[in-house]
């Protein structure tokens, strides 16, 4: 009988790596070395001899790079996240404090709602302050120092298909065409991964794309930072959808080299903190005094901008002739509004998700349908989270799911209680932060509590 989508997050939660490797297959090719392909890669190192990982970007060259453009924006790592990279690399959290990232336990962080403080939450999990750079450096350090991991720098250009499955990729090496034969294949290529064309040319079915226009624009600068350990290294400030505010909301993480990162996102035509003046402006004009501390400080280097068009998912799941040896993990399935951070959290399921599909043994000859069913959990789980708060905005005209009115009504109850209401706000940050199922929220006890909580406070 399949789990519930409660029991699928539970067990992804409580996964561990298995204490030896037992490999059931020969070489396995990631495609894509980024956060989404490393922690497949980890995975994989268990149970293939060799795992080859293939990205456009040279991975042996530190910090932040062309392929992955968004790296220069301010990235949370949930709690949830946190989880599965302990797991998978034990003593993540103590190397990356270690390498300058800061600690941020629940007390130390602050959110406000609408300029609100929310009420602290006692038991919260733990999260970690650190840039994007560092986060994907760490990782990339632990998988390409395990023996059976190689990294290569090649730009994958298709795949190689036999009757009833992939066979190994094609790749092109310094303008060189070449083929690599593999017994099994991630795609992690991230939100413009080829995948779905290549699939069709080879044949196969073709999956749906299903996306969300946000028109979503982020900026993020860094600022000196002369504290060693603030005492709130996270501060975010988010705007309910729907509020007559050009700033979606805005946050500042406290990160390695004595620096603070600070972001701010709108909206369609909306674009602030484009420059210079107005981002130093807007933090101390339209958000709480901590935003105006930090914008005191001297700004090291340009604003960076980026666009976010959509929300994007890939229904792989749904087809009906999908070819075995094959799997796709982290934004090449899906990948949401950024704002809600769930991206490497996200592609650190997926990759609980190939741990448990790999350890049942399975049949490699057959496509990976329990892998998919697994993943399909997660990424309905993140796509509701993300999706019902975008419907929520003046511009986003849809796809509404059924039973939109009542449960958008239900979610903003909630998220109003969330300011006063411990109970309410740990389990919405049990659910936001991906350690739970978007269900656990969605109780008749949750919800009577917020209703409370929002009759005595309102
Ligand atoms: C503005 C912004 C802010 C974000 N903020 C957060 C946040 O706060 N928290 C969070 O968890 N997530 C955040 N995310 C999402 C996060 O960046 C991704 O979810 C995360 O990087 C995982 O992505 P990925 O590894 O699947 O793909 P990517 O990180 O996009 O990497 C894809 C990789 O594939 C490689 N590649 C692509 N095509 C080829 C090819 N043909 N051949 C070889 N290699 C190829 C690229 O070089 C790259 O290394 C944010 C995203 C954006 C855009």
Not at 249 to 256: L, Q
């Amino acid at each position: 009988m399949p789990l519930s989508p409660a029991r699928v997050f539970a067990t992804l939660n409580a996964a561990r790596p298995p204490d030896q490797a037992s490999p059931v297959m020969g070489k396995a090719v990631v495609l894509g070395g980024s956060v989404a392909g490393l922690l497949a890669a980890r995975v994989l190192s268990d149970y293939a001899e060799h795992v080859v990982v293939i990205d456009r970007d040279d991975l042996a060259v530190p910090g932040g790079r062309p392929g992955v453009p968004q790296g220069t924006q301010l990235h949370a790592l949930l709690p949830g996240g946190l989880i599965q990279f302990e797991q998978l690399f034990p003593g993540f959290r103590e190397q990356a404090l270690a390498q300058g990232a800061v600690e941020a336990p629940p007390e130390a962080r602050r959110s406000y709602l609408d300029g609100r403080l929310k009420v602290v939450v006692p038991d919260d999990a733990d999260s970690l302050s650190g840039s994007r750079p560092l986060l994907e450096g760490l990782i990339r350090q632990q998988v390409r120092r395990l023996s059976n991991v190689t990294t290569v720098t090649a730009r994958a250009t298709g795949l190689l298909f036999g009757d009833a499955g992939v066979t190994g990729v094609r790749c092109d090496v310094d303008g060189v065409p070449r083929a690599e034969q593999a017994e099994f294949v991630v795609d992690a290529m991230g939100r413009s991964s080829r995948l779905s064309e290549w699939l069709e040319q080879g044949g196969w079915d073709r999956p749906a794309t299903r996306r969300m226009t946000v028109h979503l624009n982020y900026a993020t600068a860094v600022f000196r930072r002369d504290e060693p350990q603030p005492t709130f290294p996270i501060v975010l400030a988010l705007h309910s959808p729907g509020r007559p505010a050009d700033v979606a909301g805005a946050a500042f993480f406290a990160i390695e080299n004595g620096r603070w990162m600070a972001m701010m996102a709108g909206y369609q035509d909306s674009r602030p903190g484009r420059t210079a003046d107005d981002f130093v402006r807007r933090l101390r004009e339209q958000f709480p005094p901590e935003f105006g501390e930090v914008a005191d400080n001297e700004m090291l280097g340009d604003v960076q901008t980026y666009r976010h068009a959509d929300s994007r998912r890939r229904d792989f799941n749904a087809l009906r002739r999908f070819p075995a040896r094959l799997v796709s993990v982290g934004d090449a399935v899906a990948s949401f509004n950024p704002v809600y951070g769930q991206g490497m959290t996200a592609a650190a399921l997926h990759a609980a998700c190939l741990s448990l599909y790999l350890r049942s043994r399975p049949d490699l000859d057959v496509p990976a349908r329990r892998f998919l069913d697994l993943q399909q959990v997660v990424v309905e789980a993140a796509w509701s989270t993300s999706t019902s708060a975008d419907l929520a905005l003046p511009h986003v005209d849809g796809p509404y799911p059924r039973g939109y009115r009542l449960s958008s009504w239900i979610s903003r109850q909630i998220l109003t209680a969330t300011v006063t209401d411990v109970r309410v706000a740990r389990r919405f940050n049990e659910v936001v932060s991906m350690r739970e199922h978007p269900s656990s929220l969605a109780t008749p006890g949750v919800i009577l509590a917020a209703l409370r909580a929002n009759r005595r406070h309102g």
